[in-house]
């Protein structure tokens, strides 16, 4: 079955620290990974798409890592912001159709303090 | 900032009402799509389209309907909201172009209420 996992459901740092959230598929055949930024009564945000040859990719502060023999991708924030305060949802997508059909993560819930 | 709105932002209605929850983008996108959100829980697409003229049910069984007249408008209509409807609903749309590097643009939601 084609699941997405993200872990930790929830975390909470202080501003200026760093921080990693995981994410681990069992989706196959895979064509590339996403990581999407979603505040609280909006709508989510593309941050990177990365495909099976790439394991690491940056936008500013956010640094995603990906590992497709082992199916795991993760999303390092650096010096976290009160900004950064989000869902982070990690969706992944088959080599089907035009789009590839996607798999959503629950996301973890990031709380930034200052 | 993606040109994608949704409107209304919040909505609170009686069971048995009909609504329409708005979806419009100016990025001249042809694929659009609906996807339904609950809290802590992952999106499920509910709608697709294509381009004008197609419509395509998603992966979650839903009472809606959509129409795609227009490229720019993906409106999305329940005929009698019941509690069950009560959920945050999400549109997104993306351009023609395939492969890997293909973006969905998302709106803001609407937060629907049945009460």
């Known amino acids: 079955k084609n699941q997405v996992e993200q872990s930790p459901q929830s975390l909470i740092i202080l501003e200026g620290k760093n921080c990693t959230l995981q994410c681990n598929y069992t989706v196959s055949p895979f064509s590339n990974l996403r990581w999407y930024k979603q505040d609280t009564g909006r709508g989510p945000v593309s941050l990177t798409i990365?495909?099976?040859?790439?394991n690491t990719k940056s936008n500013g502060r956010y640094t995603a890592t990906l590992d497709a023999d082992t199916k795991q991708s993760s999303l390092h924030i650096t010096a976290s912001q009160l900004s950064d305060s989000a869902s982070y949802i990690c969706?992944?997508?088959?080599?089907?159709?035009?789009?590839?059909?996607?798999?959503f993560g629950r996301g973890t819930q990031l709380t930034v303090w200052p | 900032e993606a040109d994608i709105y949704q409107t209304p932002r919040y909505l609170v209605i009686g069971t048995g009402k009909k609504i329409t929850l708005e979806c419009s983008q100016t990025?001249?996108?042809?694929?659009m799509y609906w996807y339904q959100q609950d809290p802590g829980m992952e999106l499920h697409l509910i709608h697709y389209?294509?381009?004008?003229?197609?419509?395509e049910k998603g992966d979650l069984s839903s009472e809606s309907t959509v129409s795609r007249i227009r490229t720019e408008h993906f409106p999305l209509t329940l005929e009698s909201a019941r509690p069950s409807h009560t959920s945050q609903y999400l549109c997104?749309?993306?351009?023609?172009?395939?492969?890997?590097?293909?973006?969905?643009?998302f709106g803001s939601g609407t937060q629907l209420s049945v009460l």
């Open positions: 997104a749309s993306s351009e023609r172009r395939t492969g890997i590097n293909e973006k969905l643009f």
């Open positions: 990025m001249g996108h042809d694929k």
């Open positions: 389209s294509y381009g004008v003229n197609s419509t």
């Open positions: 969706v992944v997508s088959d080599r089907g159709s035009t789009l590839g059909r996607l798999y």
């Open positions: 990365m495909t099976f040859s790439e």
